[in-house]
């Protein structure tokens, strides 16, 4: 069964620094593209990041680029979010998700499934 | 920037009664739209992706239509459990992927 675990989550103060990470199972991490989304409370959806299953192209929101860094580690089956320069806007619950096909390669693919986000807060 | 319009924001319907919901596009994206369903606490589900082809195990009442700029997701008789919040996206201008602003499903 796939599984996705979002961790790193915390009450930051603007400008600083947070890493997420969020750990798969249950299916083959390397051959699958995986985003980051977020939820602002009591909004909707917003996709911040996608990296495919090699990790050769990356892509950005354009609200986080340039502070927001994606990046994998497929030999420990682990996604991650390395965000920067945080700001009071950044405020959501981050969730991992997966690409719904393996391999591919036509830009980007839809998100299935979903891990159950790790909530970050960025206040002074 | 693709923008995604729902419609309504909210539908008060009963147990059993067919449910249509909206979403429309500022600009075609063919037939590159996926909607999710969302409920409370938890995180979204994929049910249908482009336009009209259901998720693994999602259940027949779940179907989507349309392409362009116009799309439909119906559930054909509502279930206790599909009281929910229900978001489009669209893939058609990657990497500025969009979501629409939600649907939400009521008890009546």
């Known amino acids: 069964q796939v599984h996705l675990v979002e961790s790193g989550g915390a009450v930051v103060q603007p400008g600083r620094s947070l890493r997420l990470s969020c750990a798969a199972s249950g299916f083959k991490f390397r051959s699958y593209g995986m985003h980051w989304v977020r939820q602002a409370p009591d909004k909707g959806l917003e996709w911040v990041a996608h990296?495919?299953?090699?990790?050769?192209?990356?892509?950005?929101a354009d609200s986080v680029k340039g502070r927001f860094t994606i990046s994998r580690d497929n030999l420990k089956n682990t996604l991650y979010l390395q965000m920067d320069s945080l700001r009071a806007e950044d405020t959501a619950i981050y969730y991992c998700?997966?690409?719904?096909?393996?391999?591919f390669g036509s830009g980007i693919d839809w998100f299935d499934p979903w891990g159950q986000g790790t909530r970050v807060i960025v206040s002074s | 920037e693709i923008v995604l319009t729902q419609s309504p924001a909210t539908l008060s319907l009963s147990p059993g009664e067919r449910a249509t919901l909206s979403c429309r596009a500022s600009q075609s994206v063919s037939s590159y739209l996926a909607w999710y369903q969302q409920k409370p606490g938890q995180a979204p589900r994929l049910l249908i992706y482009d336009a009209s082809n259901r998720a693994t195990g999602i259940p027949a009442r779940f179907s989507g239509s349309g392409s362009g700029t116009d799309f439909a997701l119906t559930i054909s008789s509502l279930e206790p459990e599909d009281f929910a919040v229900y978001y489009c996206?669209?893939?058609?201008?990657?990497?500025?992927?969009?979501f629409g602003g939600g649907t939400k499903v009521e008890i009546k």
């Open positions: 990296i495919w299953y090699d990790g050769s192209n990356i892509y950005y």
């Open positions: 998700a997966r690409d719904l096909r393996a391999y």
């Open positions: 996206q669209q893939r058609s201008s990657w990497p500025a992927l969009t």
